[in-house]
């Protein structure tokens, strides 16, 4: 048995040698994972605009229809479009442009111009937007707005290459406006939604550390993306899915 002493005391001196930092990466599911309002290095060279993670395929023409309730305001109807344009962000990544339609009544309340990538491990980034609200067809306001690269806003990853439950990550950071943040809670959990009933979908916790109170669990199935998102703090709401159209 002296080989197998030997053995395990060259192991325990090589963890020991590691230091805690590295032995704390190897156990943290969040390890690499963009976190608070530390800078994203991005090699653009290593991004793609051909959105295929299982969990939010942005394939060009694919279609979401959702309808959204909240804390008794009139319902609005959600519509996200992934279309055929592109953008080089400021960082240098070329990204897929994505179209969000918020309407109530049939008028248009929001609509905002999403920026995706994905990276060669899989992961969605979250480039930034161009959000504008409206008032009796007229802009109000494009607070919120940004470009990961300009003026301290940063990338953030929206969905994981290889989702596992414990993974915390920055979803976006622009200071004072954009600074969500997500947690993956499960991934098989079930869900009802308009479109059908999902027994295995990824459950996600958000958090928005400007609304401090708010909090949503998020429910996505593969191949199709959200499906349906309640609000758990904050006030009550709902978005379900109602329609999906894939796209090619």
Avoid at 80 to 96: L, P, S
Avoid at 104 to 123: L, P
Avoid at 144 to 154: I, K, L, M, N, Y
Wanted: hydrophobic residues 35%; contains cysteine; negative net charge.
């Amino acid at each position: 048995m002296k080989w197998l002493i030997t053995v395990m005391s060259s192991l325990a001196l090589l963890i020991a040698g590691c230091g805690n930092d590295d032995v704390r990466d190897v156990a943290d599911p969040s390890a690499g994972l963009p976190q608070g309002s530390e800078p994203a290095e991005l090699d653009p060279a290593e991004f793609t605009t051909e959105v295929d993670n299982p969990y939010m395929p942005l394939a060009v023409g694919s279609r979401w229809v959702y309808a959204e309730t909240a804390d008794g305001e009139p319902d609005q109807r959600v519509v996200v479009e992934v279309t055929d344009k592109t953008k080089t962000i400021a960082n240098g990544v070329k990204a897929v442009f994505v179209r969000d339609t918020v309407t109530e009544g049939g008028e248009a309340v929001e609509i905002t111009d999403d920026w995706f990538a994905q990276d060669a491990e899989g992961n969605v980034w979250y480039l930034g937007e161009d959000t504008a609200e409206y008032e009796n067809g007229k802009v109000t306001t494009r607070a919120g707005s940004f470009e990961a690269g300009v003026g301290g806003a940063e990338a953030g990853i929206v969905m994981p290459g290889n989702p596992q439950v414990g993974m915390a990550y920055r979803q976006e950071y622009y200071e004072g406006e954009a600074e969500d943040h997500a947690e993956v809670l499960s991934l098989d959990e079930k869900a009802q939604a308009p479109t059908g009933y999902y027994p295995e979908t990824l459950m996600t916790k958000d958090l928005v550390p400007t609304e401090p109170r708010v909090s949503e669990h998020k429910f996505y199935a593969k191949g199709v993306g959200l499906v349906l998102a309640i609000k758990t703090s904050g006030g009550e709401g709902r978005e379900e899915l109602v329609s999906f159209t894939p796209g090619k």
